[in-house]
């Protein structure tokens, strides 16, 4: 099976400017993560879609972070306007199940570099 | 507060040295744990993980880790890596059960440089 695929892969734009990233999940896979790495931190959570709807989103740091998963497929999140904290490795992880057992398959993720 | 905490952010070994990476976590409830690898390139995976039963885990390419409740620590080993073995590897916990606790609790993660 295909796995999760992100893009793009490298990102480069300066402050103040847009950025959409993409994530495709594993097909069937109801549920869609979204997790970020800054340089020197730990991986953070973002959000979580269980189809098309958000079931948490506690972890978005602002409100310049815009995620979406329209017909519960593919999601995007977008950064406006972005900020220099804002760059970083944004990963995408998609699971079959909701339950605390169920695997999670990663992207290669995005990374993002806002100059 | 949530949190895991990884004791070696920087390791270096040569071929067939053994290896300990350690991880302690905190959290208000039971969790399961995780040890997840990433590769040069390549996208995270999962190495193993501990649900319940037997403490010691056994995963892929000869890695084990052991937790202990006691110490909430999940400490992960193998006794012989390679030059293969080179990698970022993260630990992370869930809670179980129902709710908003899918999202994984990650370690700042410990890159490992294995030399031939």
């Known amino acids: 099976e295909a796995g999760v695929t992100q893009f793009p892969s490298h990102s480069v734009i300066e402050k103040g400017q847009t950025v959409t990233l993409r994530c495709d999940p594993i097909?069937?896979?109801?549920?869609l993560y979204w997790y970020r790495r800054v340089m020197g931190k730990e991986i953070k959570f973002l959000l979580h879609?269980?189809?098309?709807?958000?079931?948490?989103e506690s972890g978005m740091p602002n409100n310049r972070f815009l995620a979406e998963r329209t017909g519960g497929t593919y999601s995007t999140l977008k950064v406006q306007p972005a900020e220099l904290e804002d760059s970083g490795v944004y990963f995408c992880a998609s699971s079959p199940g909701q339950g605390s057992n169920s695997p999670l398959h990663f992207g290669n993720g995005t990374r993002l570099t806002v100059t | 507060a949530q949190s895991v905490s990884q004791h070696n952010h920087h390791v270096i070994l040569s071929e067939a040295a053994s290896l300990e990476l350690g991880c302690n976590y905190s959290y208000g409830g039971t969790v399961n744990l995780f040890w997840y690898v990433q590769y040069p390139g390549q996208h995270l995976q999962l190495l193993l993980k501990y649900f319940s039963g037997d403490p010691l885990v056994k995963g892929i390419k000869g890695f084990e880790a052991e937790f202990i409740k006691s110490k909430f620590s999940f400490n992960l080993r193998k006794p012989s890596v390679q030059w293969s073995d080179t990698a970022e590897y993260f630990c992370a916990v869930r809670g179980k059960g129902a709710g908003n606790n899918r999202k994984l609790i990650w370690g700042l993660g410990t890159s490992l440089a294995v030399n031939p």
């Open positions: 879609f269980v189809k098309e709807s958000k079931q948490d």
């Open positions: 097909s069937g896979h109801d549920n």
